[in-house]
C-alpha cells in the first residue's frame, strides 16, 4: 500500500465545511514528518585552514606522501612540524644576528 504524501495532501484544497450539514468523523492526521537528526559539532570546528596548491608534476608532492608514509602523520602534522622547524631556525637566526 502506498503511503500518502503529506506535502501533496497540504496543496489539495480543502473543502469547504457548512454547519447545517452533519459533520463526518475526521480521518486521523498523518504522523508529523520526521525531522531530520541535528547535525553533529564539525570536526574542525574552531579551526583554521591552511593549505597550498602544486602543480601536479612538483616534486614537492612525492616528497610529502613519502614523508607521510615514513613518518605516519597526516598532512596537518607534517604542516605542522615543518613551521615549527621553520620557526625554531628563524628564530635562532635571529638570536646569532643573522
Do not use: C
Amino acid at each position: 500500500m502506498k503511503k500518502p504524501n503529506p506535502l501533496l495532501a497540504a496543496m489539495k484544497p480543502k473543502e469547504p465545511v457548512y454547519e447545517d450539514e452533519p459533520t463526518v468523523a475526521a480521518q486521523p492526521a498523518a504522523p508529523p514528518a520526521p525531522q531530520p537528526a541535528p547535525k553533529p559539532a564539525a570536526k574542525r570546528a574552531g579551526q583554521k585552514h591552511l593549505g597550498a596548491y602544486f602543480d601536479k608534476r612538483d616534486p614537492i608532492l612525492e616528497r610529502v606522501a613519502i614523508l607521510r608514509a615514513r613518518l605516519d602523520m597526516t598532512n596537518s602534522e607534517l604542516i605542522e612540524h615543518a613551521l615549527d622547524e621553520l620557526w625554531k631556525r628563524h628564530e635562532a637566526g635571529r638570536a646569532f644576528g643573522e
